[in-house]
């Protein structure tokens, strides 16, 4: 599958479902190769997001949306019946300015994630991505549940490597993002370090401390945003707190971080306490590098302040 027509059919996606008024964010084989995964993706995943259930439209209603506003396009949605009528149609995308008929269509996979935490969204390679974690635990699921030695190989090839770019900040809003996947995945984790023990201490980073018992969280736990840290404990410790004080956005401590930890925590703290003074910044550099996947180590923190926001802010 040609990775020209998997980009233009997301940024087609991504950008008529904003025209219809809904936020989305891509998932599956497509952000893992926006995260710097190697494999090239055969199809477009992405998720739908919705404050509530109630917002959920059903999936038909919205590809028929869709498929109405890009009909007379030369690139369009639209949908193919199944031969076997006991399979749901699917949902396509065909690019007609492609030269070759064999990689002129591909696959869509629509579907809902209920969750406030829109704001978590990152934008990978100019579209909107789910964080990294979020990738990963969805691959871990997709591991979990196949029975084919050949995909779950593969699948697993797709989690370790994501696993070695992740930092310690990617899981801090974590659960708040998909509770219930967040939860299901303590035992498929136990289950996946059986068979590739050197990945514990990446599951670690992440939350997910293989051996003890599991931290399934309850949605009242997370009803302000924040209140709950999910790494694992033995691994921070936290500043002692004047009697009476209370600092929501307090951060933990790492015992003996690696420089790399330094820097990325160093830059998540200059971004927020620019914030509160009104400075909106953005990271780049070799940091942003690493967070997008790169494998080399940081060396320094370098943050753009854009000015114009403290303008704005000001008046």
């Known amino acids: 599958m040609q990775i020209n027509l998997i980009t233009r059919a997301a940024l087609a996606l991504v950008a008529s479902l904003k025209r219809l008024g809904y936020s989305c964010a891509l998932c599956g084989d497509l952000a893992c190769y926006g995260y710097g995964l190697l494999r090239v993706p055969e199809t477009v995943e992405a998720l739908i997001l919705a404050f509530t259930p109630s917002e959920a439209r059903a999936l038909l209603a919205v590809q028929t949306q869709l498929i109405k506003q890009s009909a007379d396009n030369s690139s369009r949605f639209f949908t193919s019946t199944h031969p076997n009528t006991n399979e ?16 002129k269509t591909c696959t869509i996979k629509l579907s809902f994630l209920c969750t406030s935490m829109t704001h978590l969204v990152r934008e990978v390679q100019g579209v909107p991505c789910v964080p ?32 070695k770019t992740v930092c310690m900040t990617d899981n801090s809003k974590l659960a708040h993002l998909d509770l219930t996947l967040f939860n299901a995945s303590y035992e498929r984790v ?3 370090t059986v068979e590739h023990a050197g990945s514990a201490s990446a ?34 410790k936290q500043s002692p707190q004047t009697p009476g004080e209370e600092d929501e956005h307090e951060q933990p401590t790492i015992l003996n971080p690696t420089r790399t930890q330094m820097l990325l925590l160093a830059a998540q703290e200059s971004v927020e306490l620019l914030e509160k003074c009104g400075w909106r910044s953005v990271i780049f550099g070799s940091v942003a590098c690493f967070l997008y996947g790169n494998p080399r180590s940081p060396n320094v923190n370098l943050l753009l302040v854009l000015w ?8």
């Open 88 to 103: 749901p149609d699917v949902f396509c995308y065909v690019d007609h300015t492609i030269q070759r008929k064999s990689e």
């Open 190 to 192: 136990g289950r996946f």
């Open 308 to 315: 114009l926001s403290a303008i704005l802010n000001y008046f």
């Open 132 to 163: 990294i974690s979020y990738v990963i635990l969805r691959k871990l699921e997709e591991w979990d549940a196949s029975s084919s030695m050949s995909v779950r190989s593969t699948t697993a090839e797709a989690v370790q490597s994501m696993l």
């Open 203 to 236: 599951w670690k980073t992440l939350g997910f401390a293989v051996g003890s018992s599991a931290k399934v969280l309850e949605p009242s736990a997370l009803t302000r945003q924040g209140q709950t840290e999910l790494i694992d404990e033995p691994t921070i």
